[in-house]
């Protein structure tokens, strides 16, 4: 079976500071991995996708994330936290074979000024 | 280029009433997807079409729940009767080719209180 843990269900950060959202994946399979962005009351919109290519990708508006299997991880960063960056963050995992997406719980990302 | 169109974007009703959610996928693809969104149990994904086919709806809850797709620019999810439980944002998203490259595009959901 697949699924996704992400460690945190709230992380708060200082404008101009680093972030990082942790995210551990299970998976029978060669997985593929993304992250996904959700900003209040907005649907969700992919940020960034591994799929067995390169293990750090890059995404949009800063983001990266590192897949190192053999740690499970898949942690998403940025190195300088923005304001518009407050956001629900989903990780997301799928399986050749699976159904569909399966969803992480979700980090919520705040933002200090 | 419209996104994944949704309505009604929030919807008060009352228990035993009957609830009609609309989606619009984006044009030229084959995938759709129906997800609810709960607190308590995040993002579930409740049923999903390949070119206007249900292929897997073993995630809708009950017998209440139905989706059709008559065909490629438009689906619907019903819910009849409805109970507070089904209280939940619904959102409809779309993706071409396989669905394995994790690609959906989302609405931007159809937030339901069931009172």
């Known amino acids: 079976a697949q699924s996704v843990t992400q460690l945190d269900s709230h992380v708060s950060v200082s404008e101009g500071t680093p972030v990082l959202l942790r995210c551990n994946y299970s998976?029978?399979?060669?997985?593929?991995l993304f992250w996904y962005v959700q900003h209040p009351n907005k649907g969700l919109q992919l940020l960034l996708k591994y799929t067995s290519a390169a293990t750090l990708v890059k995404g949009i508006n800063g983001f990266e994330a590192e897949f190192k299997k053999s740690e499970t991880s898949f942690h998403l960063t940025k190195p300088s936290a923005h304001m518009s960056d407050a956001a629900e963050y989903f990780c997301?995992?799928?399986?050749?074979?699976?159904?569909?997406?399966?969803f992480g719980s979700g980090t919520r990302l705040q933002v200090q000024p | 280029d419209a996104g994944v169109i949704q309505s009604p974007r929030h919807e008060v009703t009352e228990m035993g009433q009957e609830v009609t959610l609309r989606c619009k996928p984006i044009s030229g693809h084959d995938y759709l997807f129906w997800y609810r969104q709960t607190m308590m149990r995040g993002l579930e994904l409740l049923i999903y079409?390949?070119?206007?086919?249900?292929?897997?709806d073993s995630g809708m809850p009950e017998d209440r729940f139905s989706a059709k797709m008559p065909n490629a620019s438009f689906s619907t999810l019903k819910i009849q009767p409805s109970e507070p439980r089904d209280s939940a944002v619904y959102f409809c998203?779309?993706?071409?080719?396989?669905?394995?490259?994790?690609?959906?595009?989302f609405g931007e959901g159809s937030r339901l209180t069931v009172l």
């Open positions: 079409f390949n070119n206007n086919v249900p292929i897997d």
């Open positions: 998976s029978s399979y060669s997985p593929s």
């Open positions: 998203a779309s993706s071409r080719g396989s669905i394995w490259n994790g690609e959906l595009f």
């Open positions: 997301v995992v799928s399986d050749a074979g699976r159904r569909a997406l399966t």
